[in-house]
């Protein structure tokens, strides 16, 4: 083939793709400053003649307090969101340090517990998790839910920083240890600050996959103040005549906040994409 | 023993079980538990309403239920069917989206970053910006299509017979193309300048080095990439039941399951679909391992 067809394939590549990438994004903004007559309109309007706020005001603010609101919504994905990057992080740091590290009875048995966990099929957990729930009564609870996002982010977690914690060279810690530092003491100081990459990756990780959940929040929140964003959304959707707007306003501000972390962290984002520790 | 040494030693011991303990018990708790109670309840006839009264053993009465479920075999196909699609569409776009940003474009890095929209948004907002670009009455890609004169008549993409399941595989290789195309890009940029240099000398154009340079460096992380898009779609729930809700022959085995134990309350049937799903996953993985890794060697 030619220089010439080569260029060609390339760049019509290039733009079906980006395309394809983008032009579902710029559907979904322009559709939620839409108004009604145009939204509908037998053809589709491409660049609306008015922008209007509307459907934002819409999603953020309820009628009435028994009704939920987007805002509410976006409240309690971020709760549950930071409470299960929180222990995650707290629980997975601690232990994957003494797998990786520390010398004590039992370690291959934990060692394997971890890898075994981090390989089960997630649709295993579905059914025994909703039972379990249901015993409990953790239905409708966001505490309930953060365990649940736990089983899903911790192993994971565990795995992806026992193998950082392990390519630290030895010999710095050592160095610590023997000029005095604690075994604590080299964690706090030593190990973690050198792991500030690998746990950001990790947190960023673990707090998108539960900002992003459907599953176990649509299970298991019936009380619609509790819903998080993605379920709220989803209620919107189910009304009887869709207001497309308001779906797509609602998405629009829970993808914003994904976006801006991936633009602020892209690096950290990718490595952990790429790590080998990632699971769906 | 004894001594200061063995006493150091100890007292680290006695660290690293408070350090590994609450990890080791949620973990047993919220993950290693659940599955064993999944496989216990497999061979009960566990239902929402005797939860907590207590179920009786049915031994593998759940699993002959299943399989004698028509629905089940018809599910089974179109999720091997579908998952396969699904992970070769992700792998394919992905391959080319890696080609297409390893040759020095500019603005490559804004590229890049676009490119991983799909895969980065949350599904919520991917999946209702598909049924509204898709939507029968009002979707825009009906529109386009008709005026181009593709179609005749507007198709109700995702819930229509034969154009639901395409239309979720399709789904699948958009989101899932920019999981691939990191890792074989990765993987692409570690191949050595060298390698094409000689073969530019000895007159291979740039088809034939693609063909024979970097297609087999890439072997091996294409099929990694390819078993780990399948077991993910084949376990993949809420993708599917946020597009369609198993409508149009798309009613996968997550969904399956889900409708035996959240929608109709069979906890033991839902558990033993799990099961299946499971084992299926599990010999895939080995026979695959085995085949087409060649992990043995």
Redesign the interface.
């Known amino acids: 083939?030619g220089k010439i067809a080569?260029r060609a394939l390339?760049v019509g590549?290039?733009l079906a793709?980006?395309f394809?990438?983008?032009f579902?994004?710029y559907?979904?903004a322009i559709?939620s400053t839409k108004t009604f007559k145009e939204?509908?309109s037998i053809?589709?309007v491409f660049w609306p003649s008015e922008f209007t706020p509307k459907a934002y005001k819409a999603v953020l603010t309820s009628p009435a307090r028994e009704i939920p609101d987007l805002l509410d919504g976006l409240r309690n994905s971020l709760v549950v969101s930071g409470a299960t990057v929180f222990v995650a992080l707290a629980?997975?740091t601690?232990?994957?340090?003494?797998?990786a590290r520390?010398?004590?009875?039992g370690?291959t048995a934990?060692t394997a517990?971890?890898l075994?966990?981090y390989l089960?099929?997630?649709?295993?957990?579905?059914?025994?998790?909703?039972?379990?729930f249901?015993?409990v009564e953790l239905h409708n609870s966001l505490r309930g839910l953060v365990?649940?996002y736990?089983?899903q982010t911790?192993?994971v977690s565990?795995l992806v920083l026992g193998n950082y914690f392990r390519s630290i060279p030895a010999e710095i810690e050592e160095a610590a240890l023997v000029d005095g530092c604690s075994?604590?003491g080299v964690i706090w100081r030593v190990t973690i600050p050198l792991s500030v990459p690998a746990i950001a990756s990790v947190a960023l990780y673990v707090f998108?996959i539960a900002?992003?959940e459907?599953?176990f929040a649509y299970?298991l929140l019936s009380d619609p103040k509790k819903f998080t964003?993605?379920v709220y959304?989803?209620y919107l959707?189910s009304q009887l005549h869709t207001p497309?707007n308001q779906?797509?306003a609602a998405?629009?501000l829970?993808?914003v906040p994904?976006?801006i972390l991936?633009?602020c962290f892209?690096k950290w984002?990718?490595k952990g994409?790429?790590a080998g520790g990632?699971k769906? | 023993m004894g001594g200061p040494r063995g006493t150091l030693r100890r007292r680290e011991e006695q660290l690293a079980y408070l350090m590994v303990l609450p990890a080791v018990l949620v973990v047993l708790g919220v993950v290693l538990f659940p599955v064993i109670y999944n496989i216990w309840m497999s061979f009960h006839n566990l239902t929402l309403a005797n939860l907590t009264k207590g179920a009786s053993f049915v031994g593998i009465r759940n699993y002959l239920k299943v399989i004698r479920d028509p629905d089940f075999v018809q599910s089974l196909l179109i999720t091997v069917g579908y998952s396969f699609s699904a992970a070769m569409m992700s792998v394919a776009a992905g391959l080319a989206a890696a080609l297409i940003l390893n040759v020095r474009l500019p603005f490559r890095n804004l590229f890049r970053a676009s490119f991983l929209f799909p895969y980065i948004a949350p599904l919520i907002s991917v999946v209702y910006i598909w049924k509204w670009i898709f939507d029968p009455q009002a979707g825009v890609a009906n529109w386009i299509l008709m005026e181009t004169g593709l179609i005749s008549a507007p198709i109700d993409w995702l819930t229509d017979g034969r154009m639901a399941l395409p239309m979720v595989i399709l789904f699948q290789g958009w989101r899932y193309f920019p999981f691939a195309m990191l890792l074989i890009l990765a993987r692409l940029q570690a191949i050595p300048q060298d390698l094409y240099d000689a073969a530019a000398v000895d007159g291979a154009g740039k088809f034939h080095r693609l063909l024979h340079i970097a297609l087999p460096e890439l072997r091996y992380v294409l099929g990694v990439v390819f078993l780990l898009r399948f077991v993910w779609t084949f376990n993949k729930f809420d993708d599917v039941f946020l597009l369609t809700s198993g409508a149009g022959n798309t009613k996968v085995l997550p969904i399956l399951t889900y409708r035996y134990a959240i929608g109709t309350g069979q906890l033991g049937l839902g558990a033993a679909c799990a099961m299946f799903l499971s084992i299926t996953l599990v010999a895939f993985i080995l026979v695959y391992q085995l085949r087409v890794l060649k992990w043995e060697r």
């Open positions: 083939m080569w390339l590549a290039l793709f980006l394809a990438v983008l579902p994004l559907w979904m559709s939204l509908f053809v589709p629980l997975g601690l232990a994957a340090y003494a797998i520390l010398r004590f009875r370690k934990v517990l971890v075994i966990v089960f099929p997630a649709i295993l957990l579905m059914v025994p998790l909703f039972a379990m249901a015993m365990v649940a736990l089983a911790l192993p565990l075994r604590p998108m900002w992003n459907f599953l299970i964003a993605p959304i989803s959707h497309w779906v797509m998405s629009v829970v993808t994904v976006i991936f633009t892209m984002i990718e994409l790429t990632i769906e």
